[in-house]
Every structure is written in structure tokens, then in C-alpha cells.
């Protein structure tokens, strides 16, 4: 569990390296999502209902018809902008609901181009069969439910839920790609994995004021005063570099030991990271 917990963080810290690439992918994807959007906007969908005779012919047969060319070619001259019987075949689709109820819905790029074609077509085919010219005679049909009302997701949101989605799969994909990149750069670039790579162990990590300058740092250096736990954290650390004894504020003429200390600026566990930032703190290392 602690193997997959310090993978997972291993994971992040590359991410967070390359968030640049990240941010730049789901960015385009961004902008891919919502142009599909605007190439290729929402439809809408109205339905019409015409009830049949009970004795009238098998419900299917009246299905066929009712999707037939005789139908759709009579319908095809009040269906605005002009459509072809090809066209208008792939946006109307006819079904039974019950024994001699029969629904006609139609698609369009607006609610009054739908609910026209729905009622063209609905109105075709019971002009069809009143005329005795079907192959099932005379049949009185009736518009019992014309299409006055269409549905469908309007531009403004299907533009957001596409860049919006487009922006999560170009973060997906930008994050496997800093993963694929940060998984091939051997090279060390963190506290922790430059002392295993050498095998010396980070022995302390305090947190200090984070300088602007170098002049700043250089007067840290010099007069750093630790609070009472990260003294004994330091202590403790000296104690273990065998120099419990050292007395740091001996004059500088005098020979004695020293200890270095070292920050490396890309490593955010020895710099100041988002939170420690507003509290003006950064991470000594001994």
C-alpha cells in the first residue's frame, strides 16, 4: 500500500513538472470540443400521432406505408428549405405504439423545421390512404396529436459539455504523455532522489523564510535561530553527524567544524511550495 501511495505521489510530482504541456492539451481539446459543437449543432425532435380504424390493416403494413416514396415525395414540396426524399428519409422515423396508433418524429436543425416535417409527413400519408390508391384501400385516418412542441439541447449547452469534456480528455491526454516523458528522464532532480542516488540520507528539513535575493539568503545563512522544535529536530541531527558538541557562535577565527546546507530550486520539497508561499516559508536542508 505505501509502494503505490509513494507511486501515485511520484506520479503527481511529474504531472505537476510538466503542467505546462498538460494545461497546453487540455486546452486544445478545449477548443476541438467545442468546434465539433459549432460543426455540428444540436438537432431538435417533434412527434406526431394518427390514430388508425380499428379494423383497419396490420399495424406494420401501415408502417411501411407511411415511410414509403409515394408518401415522402407527396410530402417533400412543404417541407422548408427544400429537402430530397433521400435526405428527408434519414430524419423521419415512423413507429407503432399501439394496435392502431401510429407516431411520426421527425429531426431538424430548428423546433419549426422539425415539427414541419413531422406534420408534412403526417399529413401525407393520411391524404395517402384517403385517396383508395394504397395497397390497403380506403383508410380514414386522423391527426390526433399534430407536432407543435420539439426537443432537444439547445447550441450554448452542448458547446459547453463538448469543450468542457474536451477539455478533460486533452488533460487525460497531456498528463500520460508527462508521465511517458517524466517516466524516461533519468535524470535527479529532487532532494530525496539525489541522496538515494548517492546514499547519503537527508538527516533534516526545517522550514525557514523564503528570501527574494541572494542577499537575503546569505543573511539567513548567517543568522537563522531555529524555533524550539526544529532545534531539537537539528540538534538531533547533529547529534547523529557526531557534532552535538558544536558550538555555532564560536568567533570565525577558530577552527571548527562545519555543516552545509543546501536548496535546490527544483525541488519543491526544498523550496516553498503553493501553501508554505503565503506563509513567505521555503525548506532548509542539512
Known amino acids: 500500500m505505501s509502494g503505490q501511495a509513494l507511486d501515485l505521489r511520484g506520479s503527481a510530482q511529474i504531472v505537476r513538472r510538466y503542467r505546462i504541456l498538460v494545461l497546453a492539451v487540455a486546452l486544445v481539446g478545449l477548443l476541438l470540443g467545442a468546434g465539433w459543437a459549432v460543426l455540428h449543432p444540436p438537432v431538435k425532435s417533434s412527434n406526431a400521432l394518427i390514430v388508425l380504424p380499428v379494423s383497419s390493416h396490420e399495424i406494420a403494413t401501415q408502417v411501411v406505408i407511411a415511410g414509403s416514396e409515394p408518401v415522402l415525395s407527396s410530402a417533400v414540396p412543404s417541407i422548408s428549405p427544400h429537402t430530397t426524399i433521400t435526405d428527408l428519409r434519414k430524419h423521419v422515423k415512423i413507429k407503432s405504439l399501439t394496435g392502431n396508433l401510429i407516431s411520426v418524429t421527425a429531426t431538424g436543425s430548428t423546433a419549426a423545421q422539425a415539427e414541419a416535417t413531422a406534420n408534412a409527413v403526417s399529413n401525407s400519408f393520411i391524404g395517402y390512404l384517403s385517396s383508395g390508391i394504397s395497397a390497403v384501400g380506403h ?75 541572494p542577499g537575503g539568503w546569505g543573511k539567513l545563512m548567517a543568522e537563522y535561530e531555529p524555533g524550539v522544535i526544529h532545534a531539537w529536530s537539528l540538534r538531533r541531527a547533529l547529534n547523529q553527524l557526531g557534532l552535538v558538541d558544536l558550538d555555532l557562535k564560536s568567533p570565525r577565527d577558530e577552527a ?23 506563509l513567505n516559508s521555503s525548506h532548509i536542508t542539512i
Open 256 to 278: 571548527r567544524p562545519w555543516v552545509a546546507v543546501i536548496s535546490l530550486s527544483s525541488d519543491r520539497k526544498a523550496m516553498a511550495d503553493r501553501k508554505s508561499t503565503r
Open 139 to 213: 383508410v380514414q385516418a386522423k391527426l390526433v396529436a399534430p407536432a407543435n412542441s420539439a426537443s432537444g439541447s439547445s447550441l450554448p449547452i452542448r458547446l459547453a459539455i463538448l469543450a468542457v469534456l474536451g477539455a478533460i480528455g486533452g488533460a487525460v491526454v497531456g498528463a500520460v504523455t508527462a508521465l511517458a516523458l517524466g517516466r524516461g528522464d533519468r535524470r535527479l532532480r529532487e532532494r530525496d532522489a539525489i541522496a538515494d542516488a548517492i546514499g547519503v540520507p537527508v538527516v533534516a528539513s526545517v522550514a525557514v523564510g523564503h528570501p527574494s535575493d
